[in-house]
């Protein structure tokens, strides 16, 4: 491997410096730089682990959130160094199917392999669109499908066009970071394809509001300097190819935490079944970017602290995760319990009198349903009503349990 010089000691607390005068959520930011670790390493790069067992760099990360959060904001310097970077193939926001056929087969790539010194032929894309829901459309099944299949990065891919000509794409990888609200994830993606397929693929970035108020965004000298670091960086890092080999202490955490991870997966909730299946290949992939984050003597070295730190950034995003799908079920009154849900979270105090809730709530309930709603969210234990014989109810908010 030739030793690639860089600045940073680690590019994602670099670019989280970078941002750390703008409002979007400390999520947003810092999934953002994972994504654009993952552009720029392409398929190239890759961690071979058993038999026909590959793993490749490539994530769908969706950051979720009502509108005005930041989402386009958190992701728009990513995009930024993405562009200047020129060596990444980056997809049109909104496009056809077959139109981003057409792109894919377009981009090729044949680097060699710094170690073997072997030709590696792909064709390598991310797909960077602040709004993803106009990306995948309505109900777009056969975009969605397309998705599935180029996730796994086959070797050879193929696509029969209506006129019955075969389109063959050679070393498919496919990086995907984009931005949408929970409401619109409802309306563009089929009841029955929520919790498998496309969804099981895609980490989540959920967050209810911005992170702080920033009055005067200006960008500083110093600031203008670290950018022009991190484009240096990310193009040392862009050079990166072969094989990432693994640490002996990697491995034995790895053996550790898999079966700890078999017996005891998180809660998120059914509509995570797939994406809990999926969860190893996650950590490895993240485990892949950590370690090509950190500025080392000995690059593409997985080591425990990568695979630790990866499995920590995946963790916290979970917390909120089973919050995307928040009222997505076949229940009617499902969105309104995510209505109530998110009034609730948004509040400033922790218990509230029953008439603020029902003025809020007025033009969409009566008070039989308003009951009903709290029924239901002390039986989860989101909240506990207190009833008085002579006085008010009070609604008491368990934000330990969100």
């Known amino acids: 491997m030739i030793k690639q010089e860089r600045h940073l000691p680690d590019w994602i607390d670099a670019f989280m410096l970078y941002t750390e005068n703008t409002e979007p959520p400390v999520l947003y930011r810092k999934w953002t730089a994972i994504s654009v670790i993952a552009a720029a390493l392409q398929r190239k790069?890759?961690?071979?682990?058993?038999?026909?067992?590959?793993?490749?760099?490539?994530?769908?990360?969706?950051?979720?959130?009502?509108?005005?959060?930041?989402?386009?904001?958190?992701?728009?310097?990513?995009?930024?160094?993405?562009?200047?970077?020129?060596h990444i193939r980056i997809a049109a926001q909104s496009t056809s199917l077959q139109a981003l056929i057409r792109r894919l087969k377009e981009t090729n790539f044949n680097d060699p392999d710094l170690e073997t010194?072997?030709?590696?032929?792909?064709?390598?894309?991310?797909?960077?669109s602040k709004e993803f829901t106009v990306f995948l459309g309505y109900h777009n099944r056969e975009l969605m499908s397309a998705l599935c299949d180029w996730y796994d990065c086959d070797r050879h891919w193929t696509y029969e066009t209506i006129a019955r000509k075969k389109e063959e794409i050679v070393g498919v990888w496919v990086n995907l970071i984009g931005g949408t609200?929970?409401?619109?994830?409802?309306?563009?993606?089929?009841?029955?394809?929520?919790?498998?397929?496309?969804?099981?693929?895609?980490?989540?970035?959920?967050?209810?509001?911005?992170?702080?108020?920033?009055?005067?965004p200006m960008q500083s000298q110093k600031e203008r300097e670290l950018y022009t670091t991190l484009l240096h960086d990310l193009e040392k890092i862009c050079m990166f190819s072969g094989c990432f080999k693994y640490t002996t202490d990697l491995m034995d955490a790895w053996t550790e935490w898999v079966n700890y991870n078999e017996a005891n997966p998180p809660v998120l909730g059914r509509k995570f079944d797939g994406y809990l299946g999926r969860r190893r290949t996650h950590v490895m992939k993240l485990a892949m970017i950590m370690s090509a984050s950190r500025n080392s003597d000995d690059p593409m070295v997985i080591t425990r602290d990568d695979f630790e730190r990866a499995l920590r950034t995946l963790e916290a995003a979970e917390i909120k995760m089973p919050l995307t799908f928040r009222g997505v079920g076949h229940s009617d009154k499902a969105g309104l319990l995510k209505d109530v849900l998110a009034y609730l979270l948004t509040l400033k105090t922790d218990e509230i009198p029953f008439h603020m809730y029902a003025e809020y709530f007025q033009d969409d309930m009566d008070k039989f349903e308003m009951d009903r709603m709290l029924s239901t969210l002390e039986a989860l234990q989101k909240v506990c009503v207190v009833r008085y014989p002579q006085k008010e109810s009070v609604i008491k908010i368990l934000r330990s349990n969100f």
Not at 118 to 126: I, K, L, V
Not at 188 to 215: F, W
Request: hydrophobic fraction near 40%.
């Open 45 to 86: 790069c890759r961690v071979e682990w058993g038999t026909s067992l590959v793993f490749y760099p490539n994530l769908y990360i969706v950051l979720v959130g009502p509108s005005a959060t930041g989402k386009g904001t958190a992701m728009s310097p990513g995009l930024d160094l993405l562009e200047d970077l020129k």
């Open 117 to 128: 010194g072997e030709m590696q032929m792909h064709s390598s894309m991310t797909i960077f």
């Open 181 to 216: 609200t929970p409401d619109l994830i409802q309306s563009s993606m089929p009841l029955d394809a929520i919790g498998g397929g496309l969804t099981s693929r895609i980490i989540y970035i959920y967050e209810e509001k911005k992170s702080k108020l920033v009055p005067l």
